[in-house]
């Protein structure tokens, strides 16, 4: 296996840091938590989001900011982020925000040879 390491780092660090530096070399991140869903993990990445002011957007399918955990929410918005009641909405923010266009090849192009 060929793993591309940092300055310094080691093959054992990637267990321990490997989600930290993912998130540190974001421009944002995207999280989806269900209601009933335990999770730590999700929440300290955005808890290093919010003390890096990487934005996050957070998409709560099945719940309202009000059920939520308010120092989850507080994060949130702290970081610069968002939060969103659908994927599509999400989507749709971020295409805008970062001004994203998605190019569809929809034209069949036909070389010399198929003429």
């Avoid at 009641?85 to 040879?113: L, V």
Wanted: charged share 30%; with cysteine; aromatic share 10%.
């Amino acid at each position: 296996m060929k793993v591309f390491l940092i300055d310094g780092n080691s093959i054992t660090d990637l267990n321990y840091w490997g989600d930290e530096e993912a998130v540190i070399r974001s421009d944002f991140i995207i999280a989806y938590m269900e209601k009933n869903v335990k999770t730590v993990g999700t929440i300290r990445e955005i808890h290093d989001c919010y003390l890096f002011k990487i934005p996050v957007y957070l998409i709560l399918p099945d719940q309202t900011k009000t059920e939520a955990n308010s120092t989850l929410i507080d994060m949130v918005i702290k970081s610069g982020g968002d939060i969103f009641y659908s994927i599509n909405d999400c989507i749709k923010f971020i295409k805008e925000k970062y001004n994203i266009k998605i190019i569809e090849n929809t034209k069949e192009t036909k070389t010399e040879k198929d003429k």
